[in-house]
């Protein structure tokens, strides 16, 4: 069983950064762990999953290289760093955690055995 805590969510203006945490009660070193979002009216989508050992991540296409996902297994710790933040960005985040290799379908599909209970994100001068 994992428990994840997000953090760091708040009001940035438009081209401002934001690094949000997530943080796990238990090991996560054998968890993909990924940040997803939801947008008021919109259905949730995947914004970056990292597979464990830092290995291979995948991005929302849209994101046009402004995020960036990192992780440090030794803090149970995974981040979002958010960077030329849009208004479009204005969401709730969640943090997910599966046992599953590969981060392009968990972020595709929204599949993960374990979930967060978001931070909200607004995105607004």
């Known amino acids: 069983q994992v428990q994840l805590v997000e953090s760091g969510g708040g009001l940035v203006q438009p081209g401002g950064s934001l690094t949000l945490s997530c943080t796990a009660s238990g090991s996560i070193t054998k968890h993909t762990i990924g940040w997803f979002r939801q947008a008021p009216g919109k259905e949730r989508e995947g914004v970056s999953c990292?597979?464990?050992?830092?290995?291979?991540?995948y991005y929302l296409d849209s994101l046009q290289g402004r995020f960036t996902i990192s992780r440090d297994d030794s803090k149970n710790t995974v981040y979002l760093h958010m960077n030329n933040s849009k208004p479009e960005d204005t969401a709730v985040y969640y943090c997910?955690?599966?046992?599953?290799?590969?981060?392009?379908?968990?972020?595709?599909?929204?599949?993960?055995?374990?979930w967060g209970q978001g931070t909200q994100v607004t995105v607004s001068s």
């Open positions: 997910a955690a599966d046992p599953t290799w590969n981060p392009q379908p968990m972020c595709e599909l929204n599949d993960a055995n374990y």
């Open positions: 990292i597979r464990t050992g830092a290995g291979d991540s």
